[in-house]
């Protein structure tokens, strides 16, 4: 009854920039914190960027100064833009809600925690 779906992500070279979005869809009334990972093969999915219903944001040392993340609560969505690309920056990018409040019927709400979306690959070449 809830999903993330996300868009954007692809092939560009260093320096380049991309821009991810990710959409709840579903009859969603609420969604906190919204954030990004990414996972390499190999490696443990590490936390990208993040941002709270209220605004706030957070982000990894090592994507500061060149990404940003947003969102747009009316449209229950969360978009990371990604400026000054390295080829360490290549992995498959998630996005996360930690708690969305949806109508499981006209009448009756229903919470999920920990929701991901499908995955998006960001490769940066050299």
């Known amino acids: 009854q809830v999903q993330l779906v996300e868009s954007g992500g692809g092939l560009v070279q260093a320096g380049g920039s991309l821009r991810h979005s990710c959409a709840a869809s579903?009859?969603?009334?609420?969604?906190?914190?919204m954030a990004w990972y990414r996972q390499d093969p190999g490696k443990q999915r590490e936390l990208v960027a993040l941002?709270?219903?209220?605004?706030?944001?957070n982000y990894a040392d090592s994507v500061k100064g060149r990404f940003t993340v947003s969102r747009d609560n009316a449209k229950k969505s969360a978009y990371l833009q990604m400026n000054s690309l390295k080829p360490a920056d290549t992995a498959v990018y998630y996005c996360?809600?930690?708690?969305?409040?949806?109508?499981?019927?006209?009448?009756?709400?229903?919470?999920?925690?920990?929701?991901w979306g499908q995955g998006t690959q960001v490769t940066v070449s050299s």
């Open positions: 579903g009859s969603i009334l609420n969604i906190n914190t």
């Open positions: 941002i709270t219903a209220g605004g706030d944001t």
């Open positions: 996360n809600a930690d708690w969305i409040l949806f109508r499981a019927t006209p009448t009756t709400p229903s919470q999920v925690y920990d929701v």
